[in-house]
């Protein structure tokens, strides 16, 4: 049986106009390859989820709920009408 060497693929290849040649494919490879490292690298050097102040969403009752603390004091420019 014939060893298969790069030069006898690319030309087989070459002849079936339907399949990519080989470089195109090492390219394409290369490329896919980047941004797979990119998309793990930011994945690992992104800040976890038990670094944040809660491990889960608040909720929807909490969302529509005023924040807990002193009310906040009325402006000095706003004088109250005893009108009204």
């Known amino acids: 049986m ?8 690319n030309s087989y290849v070459s002849r079936h106009p339907t399949v990519r040649p080989v470089n195109e494919i090492a390219v394409w490879s290369w ?5 797979l490292i990119v998309v793990v690298l930011a ?11 809660s491990n ?4 929807v009752e909490q969302l529509f709920l005023p924040p807990i603390g ?3 004091p009325v402006p ?4 109250p009408d005893p009108n009204l």
């Open 31 to 35: 490329i896919a390859g980047g941004i």
């Open 2 to 9: 014939k060893t298969l060497t790069f030069e006898a693929l």
């Open 56 to 59: 889960s969403p608040p909720g």
């Open 70 to 72: 002193l009310p906040a």
């Open 76 to 79: 000095s420019e706003i004088i």
């Open 43 to 53: 994945a690992v050097l992104s800040p976890s989820l038990n670094n944040s102040a």
